[in-house]
């Protein structure tokens, strides 16, 4: 999370969307920066409207900060969560991205497949968007065209914490499956801005 004072502004970190990036540019310019521990990092929308906003309207006498957030296609940050933790060695030998997506849907799912959505993230818990502008991951150049329009400067985004290659091929029933699943995060990706 990336608090700009000034400018009103809340960056909310959504895993696996290049917040380390977006951290990595912007935490000089920010007035408060947390990316550590990742608890707090990606807090998320609810955490930050019940505990922060309200500190921050009140030490700005009553002000409102906007909200934003990236989000990523469903099966595509699912797959970077595969290519992250298979090259990290976090999952069993020889899981494969079909496998990975059988463990994310099983209730509950182990440890390696144990995730937190992007919809509880930033959704608003009742299917909407919780935040106050939401871009999509693969339009990240608007996201940063609004960063550097709200920000007055020129920002370069540098390339950090970017998963490693795998395959991640789905049968079809599978990818129907984790749609379903990820509903939730699809209605999220529909509605953001890209």
């Known amino acids: 999370m990336l608090i700009f004072w000034r400018e009103r502004l809340v960056f909310l970190a959504n895993t696996k969307t290049g917040s380390t990036s977006i951290e990595s540019a912007l935490e ?14 990606h807090g998320g929308v609810s955490a930050f409207r019940r505990h922060i906003a309200p500190y921050l309207a009140d030490l700005s006498g009553g002000g409102t900060f906007t909200t934003v957030a ?18 990290h060695g976090d999952l069993p030998r020889g899981m494969d991205f079909a496998g990975f997506g059988r463990a994310f849907l099983t209730d509950p799912p182990p440890a ?15 299917g909407g ?5 939401l871009f999509r991951h693969d339009a990240i150049d608007l996201f940063v065209q609004f960063l550097e329009d709200r920000l007055g400067c020129e920002i370069t985004l540098p390339r950090l914490n970017v998963s490693p290659a795998a395959p991640t091929d789905l049968p079809e029933d599978l990818r129907a499956a984790l749609d379903a699943r990820l509903a939730p995060d699809r209605a999220l990706y529909d509605a953001a801005r890209g």
């Open 28 to 41: 000089g310019l920010a007035d408060v920066s947390v990316t550590r521990p990742a608890a707090l990092k």
């Open 129 to 133: 968007v919780g935040v106050d502008d």
């Open 112 to 126: 390696p497949a144990r995730l937190v959505t992007q919809a509880e993230i930033v959704g608003d818990g009742r």
């Open 70 to 87: 990236l989000v990523r296609e469903p099966i595509d940050w699912l797959g970077s969560w595969f290519r992250d933790r298979a090259g």
